[in-house]
């Protein structure tokens, strides 16, 4: 099975670049399936990382919280199971 975990944070005003810099620098333990970071208006930033693991393992790797002035709010964290490819 193949579950998505989504990773999102918003920076502090102006401080977009350094949030975006920040998520592609962390490297986490084990290698993902893939991983793709996306960025958005208002300083946001999202990492989705794919693995092949059952939903609820709780073994996969997560991006850490930033640093605490880095961010606007808590980041939000999804998981998704992937149900495969539609036509």
Known sequence: MTVALMWEARATEGRGAELLAWARARELPGAPVRRETFRAPQDRVLV???WEASYDDPGIPELPDPPG???????HR???ESLGDSP
């Open 48 to 50: 989705v990382t794919w």
């Open 69 to 75: 002035d880095l961010v606007t709010r808590p980041v």
């Open 78 to 80: 999804w998981r998704f």
